[in-house]
């Protein structure tokens, strides 16, 4: 099993149609905790079709079709391990607010390559479109180890950024003991995040919850507290996952309030506050 490099990065773009409704926005806010309590107004507007807003992080698995991380590995030139795979960081950016429902063409393809001595990051990019124009652009970094030290570019650093100073806000989010089973079924069906033998030979004690779901969470955190839950605002939201978290933990999640931005860092609070994910961006009108 290997990358050629040349190969995934020349490949034509992979062209499909993809459609959602207002029942998959719901299932997805459901599979990242929203709906605690489940009479809450301020929960309502993540459950009730009658009053919904989108979470623009569902863009992330709109269509149901593989996401970034299977897509990339799908793709020609790449065949690798799957134990091997981690989901390293995740972008979007938005060119118009998501719709609760809708139909369009979502252009998928590898756009980078970095060679990390010991491991290769892919970056898989999919914009999507329809007949408005352009609806958002989403890039995923997937990180493969031991496919490294074909001599290419190392790419960005992969070190954290440095939050600035105390946090302006700080709340702790529950992951239920079946997060993960939940979120399986917005598409990603990795069984990294459902079967323990599988998530023991990729070297976790267990299944461990997807970055995406990790993802969703902290950027609902962010759009409940700083912005008071006006999901339209956001324009982009990006983070990378630098720890694993395991179904049935607490997040912690830290933000700090700027002109147009917002920061946020993520920890497991039973772990000892051990970092999950970091350098989150969250941008904002």
Same mark, same amino acid.
């Given at each position: 099993?290997?990358?050629?490099?040349?190969?995934?990065?020349?490949?034509?773009?992979?062209?499909?149609?993809?459609?959602?409704?207002?029942?998959?926005?719901?299932?997805?806010?459901?599979?990242?905790?929203?709906?605690?309590?489940?009479?809450?107004?301020?929960?309502?507007?993540?459950?009730?079709?009658?009053?919904?807003?989108?979470?623009?992080?569902?863009?992330?698995?709109?269509?149901?079709?593989?996401?970034?991380?299977?897509?990339?590995?799908?793709?020609?030139?790449?065949?690798?391990?799957?134990?091997?795979?981690?989901?390293?960081?995740?972008?979007?950016?938005?060119?118009?607010? *998501?719709?609760?429902?809708?139909? &369009?063409?979502?252009?998928? =393809? @590898?756009? !980078?390559?970095?060679?990390?001595?010991?491991?290769? /990051?892919?970056?898989?990019?999919?914009?999507?479109?329809?007949?408005?124009?352009?609806?958002?652009?989403?890039?995923?970094?997937?990180?493969?180890?031991?496919?490294?030290?074909?001599?290419?570019?190392?790419?960005?650093?992969?070190?954290?950024?440095?939050?600035?100073?105390?946090?302006?806000?700080?709340?702790?989010?529950?992951?239920?003991?079946?997060?993960?089973?939940?979120?399986?079924?917005?598409?990603?069906?990795?069984?990294?995040?459902?079967?323990?033998?599988?998530?023991?030979?990729?070297?976790?004690?267990?299944?461990?919850?997807?970055?995406?779901?990790?993802?969703?969470?902290?950027?609902?955190? *962010?759009?409940?507290?700083?912005? &008071?839950?006006?999901?339209? =605002? @956001?324009? !982009?939201?990006?983070?990378?996952?630098?720890?694993? /978290?395991?179904?049935?933990?607490?997040?912690?999640?830290?933000?700090?309030?700027?002109?147009?931005?917002?920061?946020?860092?993520?920890?497991?609070?039973?772990?000892?506050?051990?970092?999950?994910?970091?350098?989150?961006?969250?941008?904002?009108?």
């Amino acid at each position: 099993m290997t990358i050629d490099v040349d190969k995934a990065l020349g490949a034509a773009p992979r062209v499909e149609e993809i459609s959602w409704s207002d029942r998959d926005v719901r299932l997805y806010h459901l599979g990242i905790g929203a709906g605690v309590p489940a009479t809450d107004p301020a929960e309502l507007r993540y459950t009730l079709e009658s009053r919904l807003c989108v979470l623009p992080s569902f863009a992330t698995v709109a269509g149901g079709g593989p996401p970034g991380v299977i897509g990339a590995l799908s793709m020609p030139g790449v065949d690798v391990d799957l134990a091997a795979v981690l989901h390293a960081g995740q972008s979007l950016r938005l060119h118009r607010p *998501v719709p609760a429902a809708g139909t &369009a063409t979502a252009t998928s =393809r @590898v756009v !980078a390559a970095h060679d990390k001595g010991k491991a290769a /990051v892919l970056v898989m990019r999919t914009e999507v479109a329809d007949g408005g124009g352009p609806l958002w652009t989403c890039d995923a970094e997937v990180y493969v180890r031991g496919e490294g030290g074909w001599g290419g570019a190392r790419g960005p650093s992969a070190a954290p950024e440095q939050p600035p100073g105390e946090p302006d806000s700080t709340v702790e989010r529950a992951v239920r003991p079946d997060q993960a089973l939940l979120y399986r079924l917005t598409g990603d069906d990795n069984p990294l995040h459902a079967d323990p033998e599988f998530a023991r030979a990729a070297g976790f004690e267990r299944p461990v919850l997807h970055g995406l779901c990790t993802y969703g969470m902290t950027l609902k955190a *962010v759009v409940d507290t700083l912005l &008071a839950g006006e999901a339209g =605002r @956001v324009r !982009a939201y990006r983070a990378r996952f630098v720890g694993v /978290v395991y179904p049935g933990e607490t997040l912690r999640v830290r933000m700090w309030r700027g002109a147009g931005e917002a920061r946020a860092e993520v920890s497991a609070v039973e772990r000892g506050d051990v970092p999950v994910l970091g350098s989150g961006r969250v941008r904002y009108a």
